[in-house]
C-alpha cells in the first residue's frame, strides 16, 4: 500500500477515532498506534510477508551499518509503530 493510497482509505473514517494495529494479520492481538516513522529498507525485501532491515531516516549510513550512499537504491517506506 502506498501513502496516497492510506490516506485515501483514511479520509474515509471518523477523524477523531483512534488509530489501532494489528499484531498480525489474523487479529490476534492489537495495540494503539504510538508513533510514525520514515526510512528505507533493501528494495528486494519491499512486498514481502517479512521485512527483515528497516533504516530510519533519522539515522546515518554509519549507525545503521551501511556503506555510503547504499541507502540511495534503497525502498522509501513510512512504518507505523505500535505502543507494545
Not at 50 to 71: Q, V
Request: with cysteine; net charge negative; charged share 30%.
Amino acid at each position: 500500500m502506498k501513502v496516497r493510497e492510506l490516506i485515501e482509505e483514511l479520509k474515509k473514517l471518523p477523524q477523531d477515532a483512534e488509530v489501532i494495529m494489528s499484531q498480525d494479520g489474523e487479529g490476534n492481538g492489537h495495540s494503539p498506534c504510538y508513533g510514525i516513522g520514515q526510512g528505507t529498507v533493501p528494495t528486494e525485501e519491499v512486498g514481502n510477508y517479512h521485512i527483515e532491515s528497516f533504516y530510519s531516516d533519522e539515522h546515518t549510513d554509519d549507525e545503521c551499518c551501511l556503506e555510503p550512499g547504499e541507502r540511495e537504491n534503497f525502498a522509501k517506506v513510512v512504518c507505523l509503530w505500535p505502543m507494545n
